[in-house]
């Protein structure tokens, strides 16, 4: 996210010479914009997006402080997914969009080393953004249907993974629960771990395990009870807790307690 205390951006004839010709997709985080080019005028409202051309003039204006996040494609790979890409410039993209949201909580997979720490990861997650990217502006049907198969698939994934993390003391936490955040069906919720070669409840009690094996090696909880630090972590029966963590770790949740003594 970049934010900007208000202005103006000119992209001028002289600029033009560097040669960039790349498409650019917005999204209007917070705050508004005002974008002309190509003779088109849009607004772009908090939560909205709109596609711009690096090799044409432009003027935008941001009246007061906001949030941006601009992704910058290749046109050539751009124009292969979307029929008419010269006619999707400065056109409104609603915040009505989902596919939008999804864009915006994927970049956060930048922020992960363990996900994106080799150049053939990084490739991987950007052919995904473009997929997104392909989906917003309007894929072609063959196109968006790859997409939906592989950044779709990628960038839900991750959402889900994002949303169970935060619930993780929720005990109650299912596939049903996702499902009603995220906007889809639990079976899609289900065949998104399919494809990983898990399932919803295995990933969610592993995460729960390592939620406490960390607890346990960190000093601020050295004075709550293991119990407390299970339940903490949404398990809800100790005797199953207990069994999974020495099958997942070898050791008692007492032993690892001991050990960081």
Request: aromatic share 6%; with cysteine; proline share 4%.
């Given at each position: 996210?970049?934010?900007?205390?208000?202005?103006?951006?000119?992209?001028?004839?002289?600029?033009?010479?560097?040669?960039?010709?790349?498409?650019?997709?917005?999204?209007?985080?917070?705050?508004?914009?005002?974008?002309?080019?190509?003779?088109?005028?849009?607004?772009?409202?908090?939560?909205?997006?709109?596609?711009?051309?690096?090799?044409?003039?432009?003027?935008?204006?941001?009246?007061?402080?906001?949030?941006?996040?601009?992704?910058?494609?290749?046109?050539?790979?751009?124009?292969?997914?979307?029929?008419?890409?010269?006619?999707?410039?400065?056109?409104?993209?609603?915040?009505?969009?989902?596919?939008?949201?999804?864009?915006?909580?994927?970049?956060?997979?930048?922020?992960?080393?363990?996900?994106?720490?080799?150049?053939?990861?990084?490739?991987?997650?950007?052919?995904?953004?473009?997929?997104?990217?392909?989906?917003?502006?309007?894929?072609?049907?063959?196109?968006?249907?790859?997409?939906?198969?592989?950044?779709?698939?990628?960038?839900?994934?991750?959402?889900?993974?994002?949303?169970?993390?935060?619930?993780?003391?929720?005990?109650?936490?299912?596939?049903?629960?996702?499902?009603?955040?995220?906007?889809?069906?639990?079976?899609?919720?289900h065949k998104l771990f399919e494809s990983e070669g898990t399932t919803v409840s295995k990933?969610?009690?592993?995460?729960?395990?390592?939620?406490?094996?960390?607890?346990?090696?960190?000093?601020?909880?050295?004075?709550?009870?293991?119990?407390?630090?299970?339940?903490?972590?949404?398990?809800?029966?100790?005797?199953?807790?207990?069994?999974?963590?020495?099958?997942?770790?070898?050791?008692?949740?007492?032993?690892?307690?001991?050990?960081?003594?």
């Amino acid at each position: 996210m970049r934010f900007s205390a208000g202005g103006a951006a000119h992209r001028t004839p002289q600029l033009l010479s560097d040669g960039n010709c790349d498409v650019v997709l917005s999204i209007q985080e917070a705050g508004g914009r005002v974008v002309s080019q190509l003779g088109r005028e849009v607004t772009v409202p908090e939560g909205g997006g709109v596609l711009t051309s690096n090799a044409d003039c432009s003027f935008m204006l941001t009246p007061e402080a906001g949030g941006l996040v601009s992704i910058s494609a290749p046109r050539t790979l751009m124009t292969a997914m979307v029929p008419g890409l010269e006619d999707t410039f400065v056109r409104p993209i609603p915040s009505t969009m989902g596919v939008l949201q999804l864009v915006l909580r994927y970049l956060d997979v930048f922020e992960d080393d363990r996900v994106v720490g080799t150049p053939e990861a990084r490739l991987t997650v950007a052919t995904h953004i473009h997929d997104l990217c392909a989906l917003c502006i309007g894929a072609s049907r063959d196109a968006a249907e790859v997409a939906r198969n592989r950044g779709v698939r990628a960038a839900r994934l991750h959402a889900v993974k994002a949303d169970i993390a935060r619930l993780l003391d929720d005990a109650t936490l299912s596939a049903a629960t996702l499902a009603t955040r995220q906007g889809v069906t639990p079976r899609y919720i289900h065949k998104l771990f399919e494809s990983e070669g898990t399932t919803v409840s295995k990933f969610v009690l592993g995460q729960r395990l390592v939620r406490v094996h960390r607890m346990l090696n960190d000093v601020r909880y050295a004075g709550l009870t293991i119990g407390t630090l299970a339940y903490r972590a949404g398990f809800g029966d100790l005797s199953t807790f207990n069994r999974e963590f020495r099958r997942r770790f070898g050791v008692t949740p007492s032993d690892v307690r001991a050990a960081r003594r």
